[in-house]
């Protein structure tokens, strides 16, 4: 069975940090770009950001550029969303994703089950 499954989200104060991981099983997660998505409450759920399947090319929302910083270990299946300087507005539950081609082209194949991240005195 192919499963993308997130675990890290927890509830942190603001300025604290998180890391996200994303782990597949079911398939190789080389040849894929991967990308962490985010929804909150009431809100569309955006991209936060991506990376190739070689880990050479990276992507961010604005909204979390130099905060955040996502990498891989293709060896490890995984892929981390390093989360600091969080704000309340992080809020949300987040998904990875894997893309259907090796770069970051938006088309999604595979979605994970999220996991919550709540920023909160």
């Known amino acids: 069975q192919l499963q993308l499954v997130e675990s890290g989200g927890d509830l942190v104060q603001p300025g604290g940090s998180l890391r996200l991981s994303c782990a597949a099983s079911?398939?190789?997660?080389?040849?894929?770009?991967v990308g962490w998505f985010r929804q909150a409450p009431g809100k569309e759920r955006e991209g936060v950001s991506c990376?190739?399947?070689?880990?050479?090319?990276?992507k961010y929302a604005d909204s979390v550029k130099g905060r955040f910083t996502i990498s891989r270990d293709n060896a490890k299946n995984t892929v981390y969303l390093q989360m600091n300087s969080l704000k309340p507005e992080d809020t949300a539950v987040y998904y990875c994703?894997?893309?259907?081609?090796?770069?970051?082209?938006?088309?999604?194949?595979?979605w994970g089950q999220g996991t919550q991240v709540t920023v909160s005195s």
């Open positions: 994703a894997a893309d259907r081609y090796y770069y970051c082209s938006g088309l999604i194949d595979y």
């Open positions: 079911g398939f190789t997660l080389d040849y894929y770009a």
């Open positions: 990376i190739s399947n070689n880990g050479g090319s990276t």
